[in-house]
């Protein structure tokens, strides 16, 4: 089992940006491939930034260049650091992971946090 808190989530403007955060116990999050996915009302949810054990890091295309996907092994959290926000990122955004060196089929996720971006 894995527990994963999301935070940091809220509004933002357009070409703004935000910070997300999950928390992750009692695994460490160095180990194992973790992600961020997102959805959106209407919309299967999606895969936007993923980091993967050894530190390589891969990204949906519409977010490559805007999105940051980091972690602090001190704090075990995963980050995302989001710039250049566009009005379609909005929707709610989760931290998920299967405890494996691959992101495929997440089975432990977090209970999300919105982000809305007004233009």
């Known amino acids: 089992q894995v527990h994963m808190v999301e935070s940091g989530g809220g509004s933002a403007q357009a070409g703004g940006s935000l910070r997300l955060s999950c928390t992750v116990s009692p695994h460490t999050v160095s180990d194992y491939c973790m992600g961020w996915f997102r959805q959106t009302p209407g919309k299967e949810r999606e895969g936007v930034a993923f980091m993967y054990r050894y530190g390589n890091t891969d990204y949906k295309d519409s977010v490559k260049g805007r999105f940051t996907i980091s972690r602090d092994t001190d704090k075990n959290t995963l980050d995302l650091q989001m710039d250049s926000l566009r009005s379609e990122d909005t929707g709610m955004y989760y931290c998920?992971?299967?405890?494996?060196?691959?992101?495929?089929?997440?089975?432990?996720w977090g209970q999300g946090t919105q982000v809305t971006v007004s233009s």
């Open positions: 998920a992971t299967r405890l494996s060196l691959d992101c495929d089929r997440p089975s432990f």
